[in-house]
């Protein structure tokens, strides 16, 4: 199976931050990488698909980047509402899909 | 409005079976594939399983954790997807969410649409 490894496991931050999250694979998956963010008690949301594509609805301020095996997500000034643990997803074993181990954002 | 309803949830012991339903609205459903996702108490998003639609006909692929335990189904005609589980275990406890996989031009897959979850509790 495809191991997907997020970094950092947690992070704070303040409002107005620029925000970078990491996400390896363990082999090349070309941009098979989606995003999601999660609020407590809340189910995923997705962001990011096809590891840049931003999802319709999403704030612009989320960004997402990378090919092959490395793969960032970028808030670009964080919003109170943005807190929330957030992770990557590999579609290219589609459906044998795996997630990260999730980030969670917290304020500073 | 699309939406996916989650419902089946409850406390179970270990051994037994419950079956979760996923009630969707506002799309045509039988053109979807969809997938079931898994949390347990404060850990990540674990994939379960996932059916085609009719028109890839309607094959399921599970995770190694629950094969051979969960099934997959569908009934299209009332937009509903199901969950069966058997024998159950102690490590199955989780919120159970139902996914519907969506695609781009290019063939990238991604899980576009939600339900709010059901939680399942296997304790004796």
């Known amino acids: 199976d495809i191991q997907m490894t997020q970094s950092p496991s947690s992070l704070s931050a303040s409002v107005g931050d620029r925000v970078t999250i990491t996400c390896r694979a363990s082999?090349?998956?070309?941009?098979?990488v989606n995003w999601y963010q999660q609020k407590p008690g809340k189910a995923p949301k997705l962001l990011i698909y096809?590891?840049?594509s931003l999802q319709s609805g999403v704030p612009s301020r989320f960004s997402g980047s990378g090919s092959g095996t490395d793969f960032t997500l970028t808030i670009s000034s964080l919003q109170p509402e943005d807190f929330a643990t957030y992770y990557c997803q590999q579609s290219y074993s589609t459906p044998r899909y795996t997630f990260g181990q999730g980030t969670k954002l917290e304020i500073k | 409005e699309v939406q996916l309803v989650e419902s089946g949830g409850g406390l179970v012991q270990p051994g037994r079976s419950l079956r979760l339903s996923c009630t969707a609205s506002g799309f045509t459903f039988g053109d979807y594939a969809m997938n079931w996702v898994r949390q347990a108490p404060g850990k990540g998003l674990e994939w379960v399983g996932f059916?085609?639609?009719?028109?890839?006909?309607?094959?399921?692929e599970y995770a190694a954790s629950v094969k051979g335990r969960f099934t997959i189904s569908r009934g299209d005609s009332k937009s509903i997807a199901y969950l069966q589980m058997n024998s159950l275990k102690i490590e199955d406890t989780a919120v159970y969410y139902c996914?519907?996989?969506?695609?781009?031009?290019?063939?990238?897959?991604?899980?576009?649409?939600w339900g709010k979850g059901t939680t399942v509790t296997v304790s004796s």
């Open positions: 059916i085609r639609s009719k028109a890839y006909g309607v094959t399921t």
């Open positions: 096809a590891a840049s």
């Open positions: 996914s519907r996989e969506n695609w781009n031009d290019h063939y990238y897959y991604y899980m576009d649409v």
């Open positions: 082999q090349r998956i070309s941009s098979y």
